[in-house]
């Protein structure tokens, strides 16, 4: 229960810090961090239960996606605000790292393996970002129509 604690305050505290860094509007931090937090917190429960990290990837950044729209819908503000500092806690940093001090240790087949997980974590989220808003389209046009 503390581990799980510990993920929920520090991904929180990672996606409201880079809302202050991206100049995110003060109403709206608390909610960018809640977006974050909670796509980060599927992600960690997935990969918990076993799930490769590349499709927990993209649950994680289709969830936050989804409630980066619905938060721009209730407070009326761009869907970036939320979407970007929602995304931080995804971003494979650690892994672009350990793949570059492989690099310089020259340990290239680690490097590149690595390397090949930062290229498939950031397509997944890109791919998940991407579904939830074709998703989203198509529930516009096909429940929503204007008649």
Do not use: H
């Not at 109403?27 to 599927?42: F, Y």
């Not at 240790?105 to 498939?120: F, G, P, T």
């Amino acid at each position: 229960m503390l581990m799980i604690s510990a993920q929920l305050v520090t991904s929180f505290i990672a996606s409201a810090g880079f809302g202050i860094i991206f100049n995110v509007p003060k109403r709206s931090i608390i909610q960018s961090g809640l977006v974050g937090m909670l796509g980060w917190i599927c992600y960690y429960s997935l990969t918990t239960y076993g799930l490769d990290v590349v499709p927990a990837t993209i649950f994680g950044a289709v969830l936050v996606s989804i409630l980066s729209y619905t938060c721009a819908k209730i407070y009326k503000t761009p869907i970036i605000i939320f979407t970007v500092s929602g995304i931080i806690p995804l971003v494979p940093g650690g892994v672009a790292y350990r793949a570059m001090r492989q690099f310089v240790e020259n340990n290239y087949d680690l490097a590149i393996q690595l390397s090949a997980q930062v290229m498939l974590l950031a397509g997944g989220i890109a791919i998940g970002l991407m579904f939830s808003e074709v998703v989203n389209q198509i529930v516009k046009k096909v429940f929503i129509r204007k008649d």
